[in-house]
């Protein structure tokens, strides 16, 4: 059995948050659509000029110019999404309740994962890890395609404890992965 005290911070929901951004299908998608709406619009905006019958030098000024604009715009657009997060997340905590607690204590039994907050109680059986992400400051337990139990790697006292625990969430998971395809089979 393993017991975290966890202390969570804004800077430790927005790590999660870009890391799902950058790593999920979702969050990959989003991105590249944010990327490319400016792109287009400056295509667009050439094409009606070529539609229009404008100047030939005007629609090469206005080309040369869109494609600077959209070069800049992809180049910067990762950046762009990323520090918009960090507002939202600014503008949550100013209006009320974050959706993480900011401090919990996770316990892993034999069982189940049990997240024990000030105001929540939540138990969750191993069979709904859909996803364990390890990253340089945190472990990302995904019980949803969104939702995640967030284990900073300051909860480990050492280097070792970690690598135990992780052998252990992924034995459980991988056991449970292994039961199923022998039932469905």
């Known amino acids: 059995m393993f ?4 202390t969570l911070d804004d800077e430790d929901y927005l790590l999660f948050n870009q890391y799902h951004l950058l790593n999920s299908p979702s969050g990959k998608k989003t991105l590249m659509s ?3 709406i400016i792109p ?3 295509f667009m905006v050439i094409v009606i000029f070529c539609i229009a019958g404008s100047d030939f030098e005007l629609i090469l000024i206005e080309a040369i110019v869109m494609a600077i604009i959209s070069i800049l715009w992809i180049g910067y657009s990762k950046k762009k999404i990323l520090k918009s997060m960090n ?7 100013k209006e009320g309740r974050l959706p993480y607690s ?3 204590i996770l316990k ?3 069982e189940k994962i049990h997240e024990i907050a000030p105001n929540t109680e939540n138990i969750t059986k191993y069979s709904l890890i859909e996803k364990i992400a390890v990253t340089e400051k945190a472990i990302y337990i995904y019980i949803s395609s969104v939702q995640a139990y967030i284990l900073p790697v300051t909860a480990f006292s050492a280097e070792i404890e970690k690598l135990k625990f992780l052998e252990f ?3 459980k998971v991988d056991i449970l992965r292994d039961t199923k395809k022998q039932t469905d089979g």
């Open 102 to 104: 900011n401090e919990a």
């Open 169 to 171: 969430i992924n034995m």
């Open 87 to 93: 507002k939202r997340i600014i503008k949550m905590k």
């Open 3 to 6: 017991e975290f005290k966890i």
């Open 40 to 42: 287009f619009f400056c």
């Open 34 to 36: 944010f990327r490319f």
């Open 108 to 110: 892993f039994d034999d």
